[in-house]
């Protein structure tokens, strides 16, 4: 793809494409109205375009310009931190938070890169009582701490 | 005098000990965060706001508005010791404060950015009580195509203050203006782009959208480096100021303070662009600038004088016209919306007691930050020495229960999960967040009154144009985007945002 000169304004440009077509092509479902009367579907349409309009610019100009190539993607923190963080949103209220806590907490510290894995359950375990009584005992949290307390 | 009664209101409801006990956690807070590199107010707001649903409103600002200006203070502690910005509104003080440091000065660099900052938060406070009144009398007489026409001065001005390319930030606008549509519509009561999922009926949260774009982004980028931190040893020698240094120091506070008080008024500006401005003023005026660089105290002086000055006049476009000029006061609108408070120039006279309150803690907060900062000093250097690898799981764990507890669902946890991939996305190509957040916030504003503005005039579009205020802030807008296309300014802005870079 050597006649992309610009490779993070090409890319840029296109998610702005994809967001821009979504937003018409979804908003021609609401009801437009008059300029007097807008409907639901009139400001996101004019929007929409903007965003259309702005991101061909963008690509078709990092045809022209140069830029520095795309910087590196490392997948495996992305996935551990995103993944421990979801898993702990989905688990919380039938694991408790106790052990979500640590779980989250060991799962992130994965990501890194001087994982060690000893300090990691330590701190895991510590964060969880602190966690357990700022949110619960201190902020009323209404959140299981134990996979029976429910 | 008038000012003198607000500020009596004001110190009144400041005074009082939970709102003292709320400003003092939210400048400890913010000193925190500044301290530690790797986490930014606007991730450690997003991260609160949930708490303080059970808070009085005046309360939940007080803590939020001290996180951002103890950021300031906390952010130069870093720079000067670890020549390694604690707040990117701290990055030009590495320049001069960790070459300080280097030479034994590094109390004297802790001792100026200290008390310039105190210096400067003085000021800004008597100038947010002088300016609000005259501003949101102003504003009141704002109908819907003035407010139509502000919002674009300010979400132009927020793109072309802000660094990195033109095009992209404001692509990056009309993306959160579209963002911030997902959900039910007022007028209509249509439910849009919520795919049928019922909690994005009620829109995507702004927490989520914040902490994901700039909390798990961050932490995302953090992850990639293998860079390890060097912690200054030598002394830091004695917290204060030779007379010599005083006096060296002392014009450039009072600069800072004026250029900070002024930028920080800008949209997009606030406490970064109020400290690149300085630095850049100073070295610009200085008899001998090759010292910069070097270790001279002016460039300590002034950048953390402005950046606490801008972290504070910053509040004013958002308590007296209801526009956050940057993603800090985007969130807090958020704040203010959760307590049911319509961010405007109807605050003043609608709810004055939280309003001076706030004005009025600022001052406070300062004056708690000088002197717990200083003694404090070797507590906040211990905690530097805790690795990044302990410390983000942790703001990975207080972040994802923030969130999971404002509606108890699983659901708002994914959803910034999403962001937050996003976020890392737009780092990968050099995308600004914070326009974004910016447009997210405004999005439903923009709509409600280019509807009203619109209805008013029977769809005639040429109001925008035919009233002189909406019409003076268009050509504003235009002019400014004419600025940066004329290649002069341009040069001069890369150069501005290049020097803390290096």
């Known amino acids: 793809m050597a006649f992309i000169r610009h490779p993070k304004d090409f890319f840029a440009g296109l998610i702005f494409v994809?967001?821009?077509?979504?937003?018409?092509i979804i908003g021609s479902n609401y009801s437009l109205g008059t300029a007097a009367r807008m409907g639901p579907g009139y400001f996101p349409r004019i929007l929409g375009i903007l965003l259309l309009v702005l991101g061909v610019a963008l690509s078709l100009r990092a045809l022209k310009i140069k830029g520095e190539p795309l910087a590196r993607w490392y997948w495996k923190p992305t996935l551990v931190v995103l993944g421990s963080v979801v898993a702990f949103g989905i688990l919380v209220n039938y694991i408790g938070l106790a052990i979500a806590t640590v779980g989250l907490v060991f799962g992130s510290s994965a990501a890194s890169h001087e994982f060690r894995p000893k300090?990691?359950?330590?701190?895991g375990i510590l964060l969880s009582a602190l966690a357990v009584g700022v949110f619960i005992f201190g902020l009323n949290l209404q959140l299981p701490i134990w996979p029976w307390s429910n | 005098m008038d000012l003198f009664n607000h500020l009596a209101l004001g110190f009144g409801v400041a005074l009082t000990p939970v709102n003292l006990l709320y400003a003092l956690i939210g400048a400890l807070v913010g000193t925190l965060i500044g301290v530690l590199p790797g986490i930014g107010p606007v991730a450690t707001i997003a991260m609160l706001l949930p708490t303080t649903y059970a808070l009085q409103p005046v309360s939940?600002?007080?803590?939020?508005?001290?996180?951002?200006?103890?950021?300031?203070?906390?952010?130069?502690?870093?720079?000067i010791l670890l020549n390694m910005p604690g707040e990117t509104s701290s990055a030009v003080t590495c320049l001069d404060g960790y070459q300080m440091a280097r030479k034994g000065q590094a109390g004297a660099a802790l001792a100026i950015a200290a008390l310039g900052s105190f210096f400067a938060g003085c000021v800004a406070t008597v100038f947010v009580a002088t300016v609000a009144i005259p501003l949101s009398e102003l504003a009141l007489k704002f109908g819907p195509a003035e407010y139509c026409s502000l919002m674009i001065l300010g979400l132009i001005g927020a793109v072309v203050l802000a660094h990195g390319s033109l095009l992209k930030a404001i692509a990056m606008v009309v993306l959160g203006l579209l963002l911030g549509l997902v959900g039910t519509d007022v007028n209509s009561g249509a439910a849009r782009f919520a795919f049928g999922v019922p909690e994005l009926i009620d829109g995507l949260g702004i927490v989520s959208v914040a902490m994901g774009l700039f909390g798990f982004a961050e932490i995302l980028t953090n992850l990639e480096s293998t860079e390890v931190r060097e912690l200054i040893t030598a002394k830091i020698g004695g917290l204060w100021l030779t007379k010599q240094q005083f006096k060296e120091a002392w014009p450039a506070v009072l600069r800072g303070t004026g250029i900070g008080s002024i930028l920080g008024l800008l949209p997009g500006g606030g406490a970064m662009l109020a400290s690149f401005g300085s630095y850049a003023l100073e070295k610009k005026i200085a008899k001998d600038p090759s010292r910069f660089g070097k270790g001279a105290i002016q460039g300590v002086a002034g950048p953390e004088s402005a950046n606490n000055a801008g972290a504070q006049t910053s509040f004013i476009p958002l308590l007296t016209l209801g526009i956050p000029e940057n993603a800090v006061m985007a969130l807090m609108v958020g704040a203010m919306t959760i307590h049911n408070i319509q961010p405007g120039p109807q605050v003043m006279t609608s709810n004055p007691g939280l309003f001076w309150g706030l004005v009025v803690s600022m001052w406070v907060g300062n004056l708690m930050l000088v002197v717990l900062n200083l003694p404090l000093i070797g507590i906040w250097i211990k905690l530097l020495k805790v690795p990044y690898r302990v410390l983000y799981p942790a703001i990975l764990l207080f972040c994802?229960?923030?969130v999971y507890s404002i509606n108890n669902t699983s659901f708002d946890v994914a959803q910034t999960a999403v962001f937050g991939l996003l976020g890392l996305i737009f780092v990968k190509l050099e995308?600004?967040?914070?326009?974004?957040?910016?447009?997210?916030v405004l999005g439903p504003m923009m709509e409600e009154n280019l509807r009203r503005a619109m209805l008013l005039s029977r769809g005639d579009p040429t109001v925008f144009f035919t009233r002189p205020i909406s019409l003076g802030m268009l050509i504003a807008a235009a002019a400014l985007l004419l600025l940066i296309v004329a290649p002069n300014f341009r040069k001069k802005r890369e150069e501005a945002f290049a020097e803390g870079e290096t």
């Open chain 2, 431 to 440: 995308c600004e967040p914070a326009p974004l957040l910016l447009g997210f």
């Open chain 2, 60 to 79: 939940a600002l007080i803590m939020l508005a001290g996180i951002y200006y103890g950021a300031q203070y906390g952010g130069s502690t870093t720079s």
């Open chain 1, 119 to 123: 300090e990691a359950l330590i701190s």
């Open chain 2, 400 to 402: 994802a229960i923030g």
């Open chain 1, 18 to 24: 994809a967001f821009g077509l979504a937003a018409v």
